[in-house]
């Protein structure tokens, strides 16, 4: 069955109230709070995508944009597709609605996204996941200061004249500044 499509642009409580427990149980650990995904929408520097299959939730995703127009990549913050209707195909369709609207509307050179660098059964199921998707794992492993567990780029080219530093570390200088933003009270 295929998934109907949605971006967002606004905060809306109501879509909000569709999503988060989505959010929630796909991220019980890390997640950004309301508020900050609120400000995000807020300051026009992200975009909830939803979609829906029978008229229900079933997959959400939270993007913003990063580098310039030359060099544009999408970052995925979080993407998340009901536990109950794994392994049906919904996660990668999901993905190419994303990349597809995202090339469209913003003229995107690469998506990005940042993935657990353990060896739990969890983080070699997402890599395999995203790997299956067509991305590219860097070798550089990233760790945060104020989270746990180490994380790593994954990129997905989607022109020719992007080039993937193979390290990730120069990627990850996109996630971060995404994140400083993400973070910065209005007006700094």
């Given at each position: 069955?295929?998934?109907?499509?949605?971006?967002?642009?606004?905060?809306?409580?109501?879509?909000?109230?569709?999503?988060?427990?989505l959010y929630r149980?796909?991220?019980?650990?890390?997640?950004?709070?309301?508020?900050?995904?609120?400000?995000?929408?807020?300051?026009?520097?992200?975009?909830?995508?939803?979609?829906?299959?029978?008229?229900?939730m079933a997959a959400?995703?939270?993007?913003?944009?990063?580098?310039?127009?030359?060099?544009?990549?999408?970052?995925?913050?979080?993407?998340?597709?009901?536990?109950?209707?794994?392994?049906?195909?919904?996660?990668?369709?999901?993905?190419?609605?994303?990349?597809?609207?995202?090339?469209?509307?913003?003229?995107?050179?690469?998506?990005?996204?940042?993935?657990?660098?353990?060896?739990?059964?969890?983080?070699?199921?997402?890599?395999?996941?995203?790997?299956?998707?067509?991305?590219?794992?860097?070798?550089?492993?990233?760790?945060?200061?104020?989270?746990?567990?180490?994380?790593?780029?994954?990129?997905?080219?989607?022109?020719?004249?992007?080039?993937?530093?193979?390290?990730?570390?120069?990627?990850?200088r996109h996630i971060?500044?995404?994140?400083?933003?993400?973070?910065?009270?209005?007006?700094?």
């Amino acid at each position: 069955m295929p998934l109907e499509f949605m971006t967002y642009g606004e905060w809306d409580d109501a879509l909000w109230a569709a999503i988060e427990p989505l959010y929630r149980e796909a991220f019980p650990h890390g997640a950004k709070p309301v508020n900050i995904l609120h400000a995000m929408l807020d300051k026009k520097i992200a975009w909830l995508h939803a979609g829906y299959q029978n008229g229900k939730m079933a997959a959400m995703a939270v993007t913003g944009l990063s580098g310039s127009s030359a060099e544009r990549i999408l970052i995925i913050d979080y993407m998340a597709i009901d536990t109950q209707l794994h392994r049906q195909g919904l996660g990668k369709q999901f993905l190419e609605m994303i990349r597809d609207w995202a090339v469209q509307e913003h003229h995107v050179h690469a998506v990005l996204i940042e993935v657990e660098a353990g060896n739990t059964e969890d983080d070699v199921a997402r890599v395999y996941f995203w790997e299956h998707c067509g991305f590219i794992a860097t070798s550089y492993v990233h760790q945060y200061i104020w989270i746990p567990e180490p994380y790593r780029a994954m990129v997905l080219p989607l022109s020719q004249d992007f080039v993937i530093t193979r390290d990730g570390q120069a990627l990850f200088r996109h996630i971060t500044n995404f994140h400083m933003k993400s973070f910065r009270k209005s007006g700094d």
